[in-house]
């Protein structure tokens, strides 16, 4: 017989004459103590952000291009990766287009197998979306797709985040519901709630262990 | 890795009270240890500054839990069903043998020679570091904590630090011999040097392997929780994931995790989140650019249906792994993880260890507990822990033709000797005639008590009954005259 087979039929066995627990999911408990006047889910996730050392920058819509050249310029960054077949990775292009002096930009536009070395090796920052935030937690939504692959947002050591300030959330529950994520989820999904870190050692937090030691955010507040 | 050295922790050569009294005279990790604690238990404090919101949060996860184990076959069912249709390649193992097997099937089919590890308590149980090892495939482990005590031959010594029971100038001293690397005390150098070395180790795995937190049948999702960005670059990076978790990590719907996600990390480490929630429902999609060719699941038994078996026992299972009990435990935090031996340490580590190994080879666990009650009283999942540890007592003097069998390895502290001494004792207790004489005799001969008796006069003064029994004095008193008072 298999393991399945045997491990089920254990418990199937344990169960006998037991009836299941009904589900009384108090969803009151998981979103009453999280609940954010509109005009405050900014300032609390900025506020969780930061305490993570996460940069946050308020933009507008009309110059959110300008204000990443700026903070990839002032990092002396010697690239920029993004996702050109995404709307925000069009509107960094065509920024680019524009200023010559700018950082060459890369595109993530073929297979890992492809360019891993150069992306492990040669790529020092990233660009991408996000499908939102939680206010309650201070986390990004990222949901990696064909055009924005998973490890832009964990390999290069900068990792460009773009927030619309319209697309925070008050908390996890509610992101679930809204977006309806029962119903499909992508490959991978992540809340990613600041640049890597650990406290392994003693407990003294150092920031930068695996993923990115940098996470900047634009938030987009008329977006 | 040298595979010849052996794993110190992994030598039960001397019994658990002889680990512990080592411990206990060991004054840097007994330092090492009561500041971590104090620490995580303050963190702890802080992010639960709502009573009542901790106290509702914490029934929440107590019945989520228990729903899902109330239908846990139904469960495993939809997980493995949706999984697979997710493209996931679903493996069940009884054994921590199969398992290993699995996992050994799965790096021989595509020849791999280096296997890259995030932080997995699951493939510890299954010692699989040791067992590809000897197999001639490199297992690294890539968490922080993890990737210290592998370095220095050691076992994790709490489940969610690793390396706790070490300060920065032993991990300084250690990366200067194995790594060659100048001596430094700096934790920000020291985990540079770490991300510097295992950045090439994700990049040229063969294999990635976790572990799994929740996983979740309704969608066929894996969820992984993280600080460091090992457990992304694990599951992401090579061209193949293996996860393996126990049968009991499966919860019913994906809105579950939310109450269970703040629990244990406001629990574990006092934070609202990790820094990365990773949820994995399958392998790289047609047209996707990254992400493994292959995820596989392997869902480990190992003495789990044993204590589901049982509906008091059962409950062991309701546990996130967030490691306060630990954290809040006066013996654990006087003898720090090693002294247990085993995988699991601390409270939850005597409850789950004796379904994992069998009682017979822990006896000690669960008399080692004052039994002060801290660990049921932060478990965020409302294990009563205390209670189990009682339970396990009983199991652990059950006489050998005892018709109940609860678990492998109960009986072994069993002594006809101890049996009759309380038989004889309930009996006396039971009756007043015999109570009279006992009492009589015990107060008259008092002087006779010996200065020594066995373990108990070890730390304590011997027991000396009283000149005159409480009874004894109660009647006296009744007969003197009214108003004497």
Redesign the interface.
């Known amino acids: 017989m298999?393991?399945?087979h045997?491990?089920?039929a254990?418990?199937?066995?344990?169960?006998a004459g037991?009836?299941?627990?009904?589900?009384?999911?108090?969803?009151a408990?998981?979103t009453e103590?999280w609940r954010y006047a509109p005009e405050q889910r900014l300032a609390q996730l900025r506020k969780?952000m930061e305490a993570?050392h996460t940069e946050i920058h308020l933009c507008s819509e009309q110059d959110w291009p300008r204000r990443l050249a700026e903070q990839v310029q002032a990092r002396q960054l010697l690239s920029l990766l993004i996702a050109p077949g995404t709307a925000h990775g069009q509107r960094v292009s065509e920024h680019w287009a524009l200023h010559p002096e700018l950082p060459p930009l890369k595109a993530?536009?073929?297979?890992?197998e492809q360019w891993?070395?150069e992306l492990?090796n040669d790529t020092p920052a990233s660009f991408t979306g996000t499908l939102g935030a939680i206010a309650?937690?201070?986390?990004l939504i990222i949901w990696?797709?064909?055009q924005e692959?998973?490890?832009m947002s964990?390999?290069p050591p900068v990792h460009f985040a773009l927030l619309k300030a319209s697309e925070i959330y008050d908390?996890?529950?509610e992101v679930?519901?809204r977006q309806k994520?029962?119903s499909g989820?992508?490959?991978?999904?992540?809340?990613?709630?600041?640049?890597?870190?650990?406290?392994?050692?003693?407990?003294?937090l150092?920031y930068?262990?695996?993923?990115?030691k940098d996470l900047v955010v634009l938030i987009l507040e008329d977006a | 890795m040298n595979t010849q050295t052996r794993i110190p922790a992994l030598e039960i050569e001397e019994d658990f009270r002889a680990r512990a009294h080592e411990a206990l005279g060991d004054p840097q990790l007994r330092g090492?240890f009561r500041?971590?604690m104090d620490?995580?238990m303050t963190k702890r404090a802080a992010a639960f500054s709502?009573p009542e919101?901790r106290e509702?949060?914490r029934s929440?996860g107590n019945?989520?839990r228990?729903?899902a184990l109330?239908?846990?076959?139904?469960l495993?069912?939809q997980l493995?069903r949706n999984l697979t249709r997710n493209g996931v390649q679903v493996h069940?193992?009884?054994t921590i043998e199969?398992a290993n097997a699995i996992v050994l099937g799965i790096v021989n089919a595509h020849s791999a020679r280096q296997v890259i590890k995030g932080k997995s308590m699951v493939s510890e149980e299954m010692e699989m570091n040791d067992f590809l090892g000897e197999r001639g495939v490199e297992c690294l482990e890539?968490?922080?904590?993890e990737y210290?005590v592998q370095m220095d031959h050691e076992k994790p010594s709490h489940i969610i630090?690793?390396?706790?029971h070490?300060?920065?100038g032993q991990?300084g001293k250690l990366f200067h011999e194995k790594l060659g690397v100048d001596y430094t005390t700096d934790?920000?150098q020291?985990?540079?040097i770490?991300?510097r070395v295992?950045?090439q180790k994700?990049?040229e795995a063969d294999i990635g392997v976790s572990g799994v937190n929740f996983a979740v049948a309704?969608?066929?999702?894996l969820l992984l929780v993280e600080?460091?960005?090992?457990g992304?670059?694990v599951?992401?990076?090579p061209p193949v994931h293996i996860a393996v978790t126990g049968?009991e990590k499966v919860v019913?719907?994906?809105?579950?995790t939310?109450?269970l996600?703040?629990l244990l990390t406001r629990s574990a480490?006092g934070i609202?989140?990790?820094?990365?929630?990773?949820?994995?429902?399958?392998?790289?999609?047609p047209?996707?650019?990254?992400?493994p060719q292959e995820v596989h699941l392997v869902?480990l038994?190992n003495g789990r249906?044993q204590a589901?078996?049982?509906s008091e026992l059962?409950q062991t299972l309701n546990c996130i792994r967030c490691g306060a009990c630990m954290n809040h435990c006066p013996v654990y935090t006087r003898i720090g993880g090693h002294a247990y031996g085993e995988v699991y340490p601390g409270p939850i580590g005597k409850i789950i260890t004796p379904h994992l190994v069998g009682l017979a080879k822990v006896p000690d666990h669960p008399s080692a507990s004052s039994l002060c009650g801290a660990c049921g009283e932060v478990c965020p999942v409302k294990i009563p822990i205390p209670a189990l540890l009682r339970r396990l007592r009983e199991e652990n003097v059950k006489a050998p033709d005892s018709p109940h069998q609860a678990m492998r390895g109960q009986g072994s502290k069993y002594s006809r000797k101890e049996r009759f001494i309380w038989n004889a004792w309930a009996r006396l207790n039971r009756s007043p005639a015999l109570y009279r004489v006992f009492g009589f005799l015990a107060t008259r001969l008092r002087n006779l008590v010996p200065n020594s008796v066995g373990p108990w006069t070890q730390n304590h003064s011997a027991p000396k009954p009283a000149p005159r029994s409480l009874h004894e004095m109660a009647r006296e008193h009744l007969h003197k005259p009214s108003g004497d008072l």
Do not use: C
Request: net charge negative; no cysteine; proline share 8%.
């Open positions: 298999s393991a399945k045997n491990i089920l254990k418990l199937r066995g344990s169960l037991t009836t299941p627990i009904a589900d009384n999911f108090n969803e408990l998981v103590p969780l993570v993530y536009d073929r297979p890992i891993k070395a492990f309650a937690t201070g986390s990696p797709t064909p692959p998973r490890l964990l390999v908390n996890l529950y679930q519901q994520w029962a989820m992508p490959t991978n999904a992540l809340l990613v709630s600041g640049p890597s870190k650990t406290a392994d050692i003693e407990q003294v150092a930068g262990a695996h993923g990115p | 090492n500041r971590a620490s995580l709502d919101e509702d949060l929440l019945a989520i228990a729903r109330s239908k846990l076959p139904e495993l069912e493995d069940w193992a009884e199969e890539a968490d922080m904590g210290i630090m690793p390396a706790i070490k300060n920065a991990v934790v920000d020291l985990i540079q770490g991300r295992l950045r994700f990049f309704e969608t066929g999702t600080n460091e960005g090992n992304r670059m599951t992401g990076v049968i019913e719907n994906l809105r579950d939310v109450p996600l703040s480490l609202p989140i990790t820094t990365y929630v990773n949820m994995i429902s399958g392998p790289r999609q047209g996707e650019l990254d992400g869902l038994d249906s589901f078996a049982d059962r």
